[in-house]
Every structure is written in C-alpha cells, then in structure tokens.
C-alpha cells in the first residue's frame, strides 16, 4: 500500500511561480509511474503532468505545456510539479497518483490507470 502526501499549496498570484510536491511512502518509490491531477470547483478532475519510473518519460497537457515542469527524485520518494507563469485558471486541488509498472517508460494521462491518490493539496492565483 502507498500513501502518497501533497505540500506546498498556497495563494499565489498570476504571474507568480510555485512548486509543488507528494511525498511517497509504503512501498517502491521507483516502481511507478507518477502523474499530478488537478481539480476546480465545480469541474471534473484533469490531467496535468505525468513522469515514468525512470523519469525518460514526461507527459504534459497541453494547458501547462511550457509552464510546468515535473520531476522526480527517487532517492527521496518525492515526485515535484514546478508551476511558473501561473494563471487564475490554475486554480484547483492538485493530486499525485501513483500507478504500479513492470515498464519503466510507462506513463498515463488516464486518472482511471492511478491507483493510489494523495488528499490533494490547494493551488490558488489570484488575479
């Protein structure tokens, strides 16, 4: 079983930067694929960003491209989403998701594939 723990969620305003990030614990931070999600009010939950096992691998969507990084550091059980140039349409409950892979290049989009979730952590811009 992973438990996974958001942190670094605050009030920030537009134009601003901010990192978040989900620390792992429970199991082999190395064997899965980690994406982040996010969820406004009133919205269903979207993909953000996704990192394989190895790292060699990054998804983005097409909202953050360019403004978001995703890393992860292994050795910490910690995967990081570095959001710049934040806009209020940010604004959501960020989560990270853990899926287990064999494939160490493996990553996903689909929230449905994530089988672990962490409590979410709030992200809000102010204009």
């Known amino acids: 079983q992973v438990q996974l723990v958001e942190s670094g969620g605050e009030l920030v305003q537009a134009g601003g930067s901010l990192r978040v990030s989900c620390a792992a614990s429970?199991?082999?931070?190395?064997?899965?694929?980690m994406g982040w999600f996010r969820q406004a009010p009133g919205k269903e939950r979207e993909f953000v960003a996704a990192i394989s096992r190895s790292g060699g691998t990054i998804y983005f969507a097409d909202a953050v491209k360019g403004r978001f990084t995703i890393s992860r550091d292994n050795a910490k059980n910690t995967v990081y989403l570095q959001m710049n140039s934040l806009k209020p349409e940010d604004t959501a409950v960020y989560y990270c998701a853990a899926k287990f892979s064999l494939n160490s290049d493996y990553v996903s989009r689909n929230f449905k594939e994530y089988v672990y979730w962490g409590q979410g952590t709030q992200v809000t811009v102010s204009s």
């Open positions: 429970g199991g082999t931070f190395s064997l899965y694929a």
